[in-house]
T-cell receptor, first 112, second 113 residues
Framework: QQQVKQSPQSLIVQKGGISIINCAYE??????FPWYQQFPGKGPALLIAIRPDVSEKKEGRFTISFNKSAKQFSLHIMDSQPGDSATYFC???????????FGTGTRLKVLA | DAGVIQSPRHEVTEMGQEVTLRCKPISGHNSLFWYRQTMMRGLELLIY????????DSGMPEDRFSAKMPNASFSTLKIQPSEPRDSAVYFC???????????FGPGTRLLVL
């Protein structure tokens, strides 16, 4: 019940295309869903986050869509660029606790 | 702010040796986390400190691992003795409070031969 399932494991997208990464969770107590971006040799960096009081959050080319009833959330990268090539991790937490449950990561490669 | 600082960035050691990883959290953050990242297991929380006090060390794999936070600006993760299966990237993260966003350091890549 503590797991966050992330898919796909890897993704190849053409420049200008849309990258979509999906995550699903079981624990209904989760109420904070951050996405982290990690470049090779670097630490994960917060990209965007959402709470379940909204169904969508957009920051530039990055959008989180959230479906509370399905217990799923996804990251959409519009107009994907080669510089977006990185590993993306979704996570979930219960804001009453400190513990993040991370997905297994998606390695995105955007072809020039 | 300089962000979370970790040292060393890379460490190569031989099995049986002691390894000490260091972390300086973001100033003013009262929560500090140590994670381990491997291909097989992904990101695992090892230990969590709040106001310099260890709150949850349930992720520490075994007694060979220990962590300290002697003050608000410094923490160490020690492995003694190290084993090849400890090879991984170790991240330190800090947050303003226990429920705020966690900010990760650049990591220490550890290789135990």
């Amino acid at each position: 019940q503590q797991q966050v399932k992330q898919s796909p494991q890897s993704l190849i997208v053409q420049k200008g295309g849309i990258s979509i990464i999906n995550c699903a969770y079981e624990n209904t107590a989760f109420d904070y869903f951050p996405w982290y971006q990690q470049f090779p040799g670097k630490g994960p960096a917060l990209l965007i986050a959402i709470r379940p009081d909204v169904s969508e959050k957009k920051e530039g080319r990055f959008t989180i869509s959230f479906n509370k009833s399905a217990k799923q959330f996804s990251l959409h990268i519009m107009d994907s660029q080669p510089g977006d090539s990185a590993t993306y991790f979704c996570a979930a937490s219960d804001s009453g606790t400190y513990k993040y449950i991370f997905g297994t990561g998606t390695r995105l490669k955007v072809l020039a | 702010d300089a962000g979370v600082i970790q040292s060393p960035r890379h460490e190569v050691t031989e099995m049986g040796q002691e390894v000490t990883l260091r972390c300086k959290p973001i100033s003013g953050h009262n929560s500090l986390f140590w994670y381990r990242q491997t291909m097989m297991r992904g990101l695992e929380l090892l230990i969590y400190f709040n106001n310099n006090v260890p709150i949850d060390d349930s992720g520490m794999p075994e007694d060979r691992f220990s962590a300290k936070m002697p003050n608000a600006s410094f923490s160490t993760l020690k492995i003694q003795p190290s084993e090849p299966r400890d090879s991984a990237v170790y991240f330190c993260a800090s947050s303003l409070t226990s429920v705020e966003t966690q900010y990760f350091g650049p990591g220490t890549r550890l290789l135990v031969l």
